[in-house]
């Protein structure tokens, strides 16, 4: 079975950073396809990044250049580091694994419980 537990989440002043860690179950970071997303109330779940089996990652506009996802096999933990944060970046975030590496949030069928991240101008 697989489970992912994020923490790292907190409050941060616009500019600041963060760190997201997302402890997934044994082998699920070597055999699976990893993702964040990120969800504010009212709007639907969108993707931050995701890093498949191989490492490659690939992100969303948002993200690219301030974002960067990682894992460390040897500890089963995905990563999601925040820098530059802005206001808008305020949102829940979730970790989740799947086999197929998917775009869409709906594609994928292992999720974490989330952890909030809120960035203050």
């Known amino acids: 079975q697989v489970m992912l537990v994020e923490t790292g989440g907190g409050s941060v002043q616009a500019g600041g950073s963060l760190r997201l860690s997302c402890a997934v179950s044994?082998?699920?970071?070597?055999?699976?396809?990893l993702a964040w997303f990120r969800q504010v109330p009212a709007n639907e779940r969108e993707t931050v990044a995701i890093?498949?089996?191989?490492?490659?990652?690939v992100y969303a506009e948002s993200a690219k250049g301030r974002f960067t996802i990682s894992k460390d096999n040897t500890k089963n933990t995905l990563y999601l580091q925040l820098n530059s944060l802005k206001p808008e970046d305020t949102a829940m975030y979730y970790c989740?694994?799947?086999?197929?590496?998917?775009?869409?949030?709906?594609?994928?069928?292992?999720w974490g419980q989330g952890t909030q991240v809120t960035v203050s101008s």
């Open positions: 989740a694994a799947d086999r197929a590496c998917a775009w869409a949030p709906k594609l994928w069928n292992y």
């Open positions: 044994k082998s699920t970071s070597m055999n699976y396809c």
């Open positions: 890093i498949n089996s191989d490492g490659r990652t």
